[in-house]
Nanobody, 114 residues
């Protein structure tokens, strides 16, 4: 069984929406609820960028570039974190990675065309 099961992503026109999800199938509940859940993205030639984070208490932080457009949420029972991406822009094109402690997704490709 894969440690991280990813879904969502794909290609969309500018202004569209996508929803990414990551299920951390081997993470126990206390680890899932007790650590920050992170979404990063990376484009070729650039460093990986933290775009969204949900703290254990439920507070959220976003990169300025996505604030107001992206929303991170989670389902503790399903051990799943989501990233709702609205009003997408071509500059949002990247590989998106979910992360908690040392568990990482393989990357979900998102392409936004103008």
């Amino acid at each position: 069984q894969a440690q991280v099961v990813e879904s969502g992503g794909g290609s969309v026109q500018a202004g569209g929406s996508l929803r990414l999800s990551c299920k951390f199938s081997r993470v126990i509940l206390s680890t899932f609820t007790g650590n920050p859940l992170n979404w990063y993205r990376q484009v070729p030639g650039k460093e990986r960028e933290l775009v969204a984070q949900m703290a254990p208490g439920g507070s959220t932080n976003y990169a300025d570039s996505v604030k107001g457009r992206f929303t991170v949420s989670k389902d503790n029972v399903k051990r799943t974190v989501y990233l709702q991406m609205d009003s997408l822009k071509p500059e949002d094109t990247a590989l998106y990675y979910c992360n908690i402690v040392d568990y990482w997704g393989r990357g979900i490709p998102v392409t936004v065309s103008s």
